[in-house]
């Protein structure tokens, strides 16, 4: 390559750029200001995936048909724990922070609406949580369909330490209240 020919033909195209744009003026600036707009946050998609993946994964477990059967059914303690945690959380030791009624779901909507629930008190941090539903009274058979479904789920979930029934003041056996680790 001959390097002299390739300087002439860049100032040639420099002395032709710069005689097309001889008349030009620059825009002035707008009279106003951009407001400041704060970004959206961001969408953390993938823990709302993992999230679905755990409550499918939940769905799959309660549905099996393995019925686990309780020595009473109307309580639950982790292993290794001390007795009179059921009964201070039968007498509302602990004030119930928040709760869920399943009233008019299907049961696998109660499943996914429960792990749902749960999942959320563990990350808003709530200890003591009562899930109404129902005693079946409506239901073919009048069978309490959820009450077995839901407390089934509840002893497979790692967060949950106990759970009663409470007294009829809170739900009675149409209830559960529930305790949950920090």
């Not at 629930?117 to 009562?130: E, I, Q, S, T």
């Amino acid at each position: 390559m001959n390097k002299g020919r390739g300087t002439r033909d860049e100032g040639r195209d420099l002395d032709l750029f710069r005689e097309a744009v001889r008349d030009v003026v620059p825009i002035k600036a707008p009279n106003r200001i951009e407001p400041f707009r704060t970004p959206a946050a961001p969408i953390p998609a993938k823990r709302y995936e993992d999230e679905r993946a755990v409550l499918e994964e939940l769905v799959r477990l309660a549905s099996t048909d393995d019925d686990i059967e309780f020595e009473d059914d109307g309580m639950f303690l982790r292993p290794g724990l001390p007795r009179d945690i059921l009964r201070k959380l039968r007498r509302t030791h602990w004030v119930i922070q928040d709760h869920c009624d399943l009233h008019g779901l299907t049961s696998d909507e109660a499943v996914l609406q429960t792990a749902a629930f749960l999942a959320d008190c563990k990350r808003r941090g709530k200890r003591c949580v009562r899930i109404v539903h129902g005693k079946g009274l409506r239901s073919p058979g009048r069978e309490p369909v959820l009450k077995r479904r839901i407390r089934k789920l509840l002893t497979r979930r790692d967060e949950v330490l106990a759970f009663v029934e409470p007294r009829a003041i809170h739900g009675g056996s149409g209830a559960v209240v529930v305790l949950l680790e920090a």
